[in-house]
């Protein structure tokens, strides 16, 4: 076990590396001339333009801008951005608990909707409740968030005035509030991942139907319920484990439309924000976090499955 | 064909292709998505003899008029025709989901048939580079390139075909590496055949289906990219017609001109709903293992 998470971390570090550089390369292939933006008014001085270009190493070989830029990441300093004014990583920081909370909600909506249609689906299986559940899952999956977005915000917030269109209340301001201003975009984002797991826990039980273990389990007398709640489930939920961090760590940042639509201060609104405002330092720094994230969670979706699948603990 | 029934494909001398073609003809779902890809995909270059109105005509005089049976979508908020719209929009949505991901496949698998055939360094290199392109959130490195580039429909293309070619890689170098061990290709390389002609002409055709079913729901997921980038105002450019920022500027009058949100929607939905039933279609019909006749 321990060799292969050492594997894995071998994997994991050259994958950061390369895509530090990639997002170092991203700023480098932006347009426009960063002094120029950061003079402001006072572009037409060379004196300001050369101390500029001086204090962020612009008049330095590429590789030392390269190395500098990626000895202060390694410390925290992900930059300064442009227009706000604050450092990136504190911007970051700010976001994050918005980000998370939609995340969090749209993943419980997610597993709870998504994991009992899988189980279902699979039992039943080529009969009517099968068909309905595959044919709602696929509705889902082709489903552009943010239409379904808009058309909540019609139904539930222009038609019959039940929610807040748009707009974020903090969690700790006002909980009744914060949930709703959150539940319709967490239930867009929702609806795609528990499209995304009820395939998956389907495909799952289905295989852990057909093994022999269950076969024993039924030939022996067991009630149905136990062979299936007990024997299979419990065998098919492994990989929707794994698959399931995934998904939180794709939720994570994959909010980019549903956040704008909705008007959420969280990562996918910042990211917009400042590519249109030509901010790059933040715009560098929220997709090495985004990427960061990522990569944390498909680490921790492999321990999962290690500590969960017995079999693999030995090897 | 319904006398093959009772007897395997080997017996009746059916060629792999023309089984699949018959598997997938009677798959009911995914000849019903093949339909509504043929009727966008006629209509959208026939959209100028189609549309009923010019769509970038406006009229003062005709501003957020509800569906009616002169404009059966309705008006928009320059009183632009929203049925002849859709119409030209297809063609956005069509060009930039099948050129883009005709890109990432031109990219993506002469890259993994590399990494998976060209031995161990080369592989490692190129599977850690697209694991890190995969590490970053497709939208939002599609969003970093296309801001980059420059907001144009061109543009958003290339970004989409980036973003989405490291999948393809990941696909053709897992195939490839399965490919390599089998006799087949042993057998050509014990009779000399150089690596490049064992990809070509003995890996790559084999891999050809499941890429084919890759292709088809990346084709999906690449029009809901396009739609997502022209909504951000990063894809085509107003006042040229796409059903992304036809919502974007819907979402301003939602409370009193509803049907703008609803007709862009529903043919992105439906689009993307008919690839993804051909792309099942032809996963089904393609598997070999498939117990299916």
Redesign the interface.
């Known amino acids: 076990m321990w060799l292969f998470l050492l594997r894995r971390l071998g994997q994991v570090i050259p994958t950061l590396l390369i895509l530090s550089v990639m997002v170092f390369a991203l700023q480098q292939l932006m347009p426009g001339d960063p002094a120029l933006i950061l003079a402001g008014e006072e572009r037409g001085d060379p004196v300001v333009l050369a101390q500029i270009r001086a204090e962020l190493l612009l008049d330095r070989p590429l590789a030392e801008q390269y190395l500098s830029w990626i000895w202060r990441v390694l410390h925290g300093d992900f930059g300064f951005s442009w227009r706000i004014h604050m450092p990136v990583g504190d911007l970051i920081l700010t976001k994050l608990p918005v980000t998370f909370q939609l995340a969090l909600m749209s993943f419980v909506i997610g597993v709870l909707i998504g994991v009992p249609c899988g189980v279902l689906s699979a039992v039943w299986r080529d009969r009517p409740i099968d068909w309905v559940i595959n044919g709602i899952a696929l509705f889902g999956i082709s489903m552009p968030n943010f239409w379904l977005g808009i058309m909540m915000i019609l139904f539930f917030s222009v038609d019959l005035g039940w929610l807040p269109p748009s707009g974020y209340v903090p969690l700790w301001e006002d909980p009744w509030m914060s949930l709703q201003t959150t539940i319709m975009p967490a239930f867009v984002l929702g609806t795609g991942v528990a499209s995304v797991l009820m395939r998956h826990t389907r495909a799952a039980m289905l295989g852990a139907l057909s093994q022999d273990y269950v076969r024993t389990a039924r030939a022996k007398g067991l009630g149905e319920r136990l062979v299936v709640g007990k024997h299979a489930l419990r065998n098919a939920l492994i990989p929707v484990v794994t698959l399931g961090t995934i998904e939180f760590g794709r939720l994570m940042a994959g909010a980019v439309l549903t956040e704008q639509i909705f008007s959420i201060p969280g990562f996918g609104k910042l990211v917009v924000d400042a590519v249109f405002n030509r901010d790059y330092p933040v715009v560098q720094g929220v997709v090495l976090a985004t990427a960061l994230i990522f990569v944390m969670l498909s680490l921790v979706a492999d321990m999962l499955y290690m500590a969960i699948n017995p079999r693999l603990r030995t090897a | 064909m319904s006398s093959t029934a009772g007897s395997t494909a080997i017996e009746t001398g059916e060629s792999p292709a023309s089984r699949a073609l018959r598997r997938f003809m009677a798959h009911k779902l995914a000849m019903f998505g093949l339909i509504i890809v043929v009727i966008f995909v006629v209509a959208a270059p026939l959209a100028p003899w189609l549309a009923p109105f010019d769509p970038l005509e406006t009229s003062w005089s005709r501003l957020r008029k509800p569906p009616s049976l002169t404009h059966l979508f309705g008006t928009d908020e320059n009183g632009r025709d929203v049925l002849s719209r859709v119409l030209y929009g297809a063609r956005a949505s069509l060009m930039a989901g099948t050129i883009a991901v005709g890109g990432a496949v031109l990219i993506g698998v002469p890259v993994g048939l590399v990494a998976g055939l060209g031995g161990k360094w080369v592989d490692?290199v190129i599977s850690?580079?697209a694991?890190?392109?995969l590490?970053?959130?497709?939208?939002?490195?599609a969003?970093?390139l296309a801001?980059?580039l420059?907001p144009a429909l061109e543009n958003a293309m290339i970004a989409i075909a980036i973003s989405a070619s490291p999948i393809f890689v990941r696909l053709t170098r897992g195939m490839a590496l399965e490919a390599r061990n089998t006799d087949w290709v042993e057998a050509a390389r014990a009779m000399g055949n150089p690596p490049w002609r064992i990809g070509l002409v003995h890996v790559l055709p084999n891999i050809i289906p499941p890429l084919l079913v890759q292709a088809t729901l990346a084709i999906?997921e690449a029009i809901?990219a396009e739609?997502?980038l022209s909504?951000?105002?990063?894809g085509q450019q107003p006042p040229s017609p796409s059903w992304g920022s036809m919502?974007n500027s819907?979402?301003r009058f939602?409370?009193g001109a509803?049907w703008l949100?609803?007709f862009p929607?529903l043919a992105?939905?439906l689009v993307?709903?008919a690839f993804?039933?051909v792309g099942?279609g032809l996963r089904d019909a393609l598997d070999p293992r498939s117990q299916k006749r």
Do not use: H, T, Y
């Open positions: 490692i850690r580079i694991d890190a392109m590490s970053i959130p497709f939208l939002i490195l969003i970093a801001a980059f420059g999906a809901i739609a997502s909504f951000l105002g990063l919502l819907a979402q939602i409370e509803p949100a609803v929607g992105i939905f993307v709903l993804n039933l099942d």
